[in-house]
């Protein structure tokens, strides 16, 4: 069964940084696509950033040039660095992994940034 955990949310000041985990069970994320998405209330949810099948990373919207995606193959396990934030950037974020056509969701981890 496959199961995504996320953690590493919480409360922050405007201009300062989180790490957000999520850790994988049932399934590696070795040449599958993986994504951080965010969504805040009454708001579709939408991709932040990803890592595709094929290895190469993507950032949408606000995160480029302050979120950064990653990988660690031995843990298992996708992060999401974020600095520099702004109380925009508060939502849900969540991890989404697809394997063989099925989507996989975690339960998400809650980021406020207080101005």
């Known amino acids: 069964q496959v199961q995504l955990v996320e953690s590493g949310g919480g409360l922050v000041q405007t201009g300062g940084s989180l790490r957000l985990s999520c850790a994988l069970s049932?399934?590696?994320?070795?040449?599958?696509?993986i994504g951080w998405y965010r969504q805040v209330p009454g708001n579709q949810r939408d991709v932040v950033a990803e890592?595709?099948?094929?290895?190469?990373?993507n950032y949408w919207g606000a995160a480029k040039g302050r979120f950064t995606i990653s990988g660690d193959n031995a843990k298992n396990t996708v992060y999401l660095q974020m600095n520099s934030l702004k109380p925009e950037d508060t939502a849900v974020y969540y991890c989404?992994?697809?394997?063989?056509?099925?989507?996989?969701w975690g339960q998400g981890t809650q980021v406020t940034v207080s101005s």
């Open positions: 989404r992994l697809i394997v063989s056509g099925r989507t996989y």
């Open positions: 890592i595709t099948s094929g290895g190469s990373t």
């Open positions: 049932g399934s590696t994320f070795s040449r599958k696509y």
